[in-house]
């Protein structure tokens, strides 16, 4: 009975940390997709009022 015990933990350890690490990956991919896209869209903000404050000049 305490062998079932003892490899009913070990796998549910196991599956645990690969749970995490899927987890972890996810949220690593969606943060840099996040990342990406609103730098994006900061650097075409600056861009157009750079275009816009250009044109206002001339």
Avoid at 8 to 37: Q, S
Avoid at 41 to 47: F, L
């Amino acid at each position: 009975m305490k062998k079932l015990a003892v490899t009913i933990t070990a796998l549910t350890f196991t599956l645990g940390l690969t749970a995490c690490a899927e987890l972890k990956t996810v949220g690593r991919d969606i943060g840099h997709a996040t990342r990406d896209v609103t730098k994006s869209i900061g650097h075409a903000s600056r861009d157009i009022a750079k275009d816009v404050s250009n044109e206002v000049k001339n």
